[in-house]
């Protein structure tokens, strides 16, 4: 995938996301998403933590800008044109480009974004789809869709409600303005701020630490939260019920 600019590789439970595209500060294309798509539909039932990261100073700076306007890029589309198609292909398409973030937030895995300098719109979208986040203090986030007339449209609207709440969201789309690595971590963006040279470090204990639990109470554990804001109170007691019976049916039929 190295001629995507990607680089996805499974040790074991562990899969591994690097972009890899450092002369463009890692940014992003729809072949890459496609080729996104595609590892985490392939991946082992084994893996349970994927780690994603950029190559060099940053991130990600978003979509590629080649691919605005102007005439195809290696053979993709550039954004704006896609316009004048139907929308029911057009449609389909942002759902393909979609599927490419999307499997990060699957329960069966915990997916960590290690951010460093820049995460810039599908940048930003990309952090936002991963569970937990650990950040360098150079790390910058901006949600730069709406300064070009366009939406977040890969998952990112979502997670950032949950994250940061409605009010301020609205806030950091509509403005589109940047939030350093202190403001990020004070309200719920970033999980860790450590120095870069800790980074590798710190994601390697963290992974080791979401490993240490059994996988079916990994998994059950963040359906039960991803789900919770959509439930009412009684609803959640339901899930929480319904959870815990499965673990323990588990359990009993693996001491066999």
């Known amino acids: 995938m190295t001629d995507l600019g990607l680089r996805l590789t499974v040790d074991g439970p562990v899969a591994r996301v690097v972009l890899d ?9 729809p072949a890459m998403w496609s080729a996104l798509a595609d ?5 082992p039932p084994e893996v349970r933590v994927v ?14 800008r080649r691919l605005m306007m102007g005439p195809a890029v290696d053979g993709q589309e550039p954004l704006l044109t896609l316009g004048a198609k139907p929308e ?19 329960p069966e895995i915990i997916s960590i974004a290690a951010v460093q300098g820049h995460a810039v719109g599908a940048g930003f979208q990309l952090a936002l789809a991963c569970d937990l986040r650990v950040v360098t203090p150079d790390a910058r986030f901006s949600m730069r869709e709406p300064a070009l ?12 409600v949950q994250l ?7 806030e950091l789309c509509t403005t589109t303005r940047w939030v350093e690595a202190a403001e990020a971590h004070d309200i719920g963006l970033a999980n860790i701020v450590v120095p870069a040279e800790e ?21 059950e554990t963040k359906a039960l939260l991803l789900g919770a804001a959509d439930r009412t109170y009684e609803d959640q007691l339901k899930a929480e019920r319904e959870a815990q019976s499965r673990r323990l049916k588990e359990l009993i039929a693996a001491l066999g």
């Open 21 to 29: 595209r450092p002369e463009v500060r890692n940014a992003q294309t």
């Open 39 to 43: 590892f985490g539909t392939a991946l």
């Open 51 to 64: 780690v994603v990261s950029g190559e060099g100073p940053s991130f990600s700076a978003g979509l590629d």
């Open 88 to 106: 029911p292909e057009l449609l389909e398409l942002i759902a393909a480009f979609q599927s490419g973030f999307s499997w990060l937030r699957r």
């Open 149 to 160: 007339g366009l939406v977040p449209d890969l998952g990112g609207t979502q997670p950032l």
């Open 164 to 170: 940061v709440g409605y009010s301020r969201a609205l």
């Open 199 to 219: 980074l590798a470090a710190t994601v390697k204990d963290l992974t080791e630490a979401v490993l240490g639990p059994l996988p079916g109470a990994i998994r």
